[in-house]
């Protein structure tokens, strides 16, 4: 099935705007997950490589200026899903997704705000993450931002 560019970017557009006026809890918080595993899925299929690299370069820069951000915010819960992940990558090598939410300990957020550190969107919280075989990664462009994060707050 095809689907012209019109109608891709305007079904996209519809997926964003939703995503963000759900109510994260109950049943809704099912609902935001399954509208950003499609966001995700379009993602895969939608840039140029030329795109791509552009898409990337700003998503680099934005997860630089919110991890300055962070920073200062420990209580944020993006800053405790990174700052568990680092410290459980230290303590147990591997982490997986199901393993990070646990040590988070925050059942009610958790899942939307990991899944938009997993991707690149227009209002997601910032591409960190990579998860490939259950396991879960820094995203490789933004190491070197993590590092001086991690140096920051002195982990």
Do not use: C
């Not at 099912?30 to 690299?53: C, D, G, R």
């Not at 992940?85 to 990070?100: C, D, I, M, P, S």
């Amino acid at each position: 099935m095809y689907i012209d560019d019109k109608a891709y970017y305007q079904i996209k557009e519809n997926l964003e705007e939703a995503s963000f006026l759900i109510n994260k809890s109950g049943e809704e918080k099912t609902v935001h997950n399954l509208i950003m595993s499609a966001l995700i899925n379009l993602a895969k299929h939608e840039s140029s490589p030329e795109e791509s690299s552009l898409s990337e370069v700003n998503e680099i820069n934005k997860v630089a200026r919110r991890l300055r951000l962070w920073a200062n915010r420990p209580e944020q819960l993006n800053t405790r899903i990174l700052t568990t992940y680092l410290k459980l990558k230290a303590r147990e090598g591997k982490v997986t997704e199901h393993r990070l939410k646990q040590e988070v300990n925050e059942d009610s957020n958790f899942d939307s705000n990991f899944t938009q550190m997993k991707i690149i969107a227009d209002r997601n919280h910032g591409k960190l993450f990579s998860v490939e075989n259950n396991e879960v990664t820094i995203w490789e462009p933004v190491k070197p931002h993590v590092d001086i994060f991690i140096k920051s707050l002195g982990i």
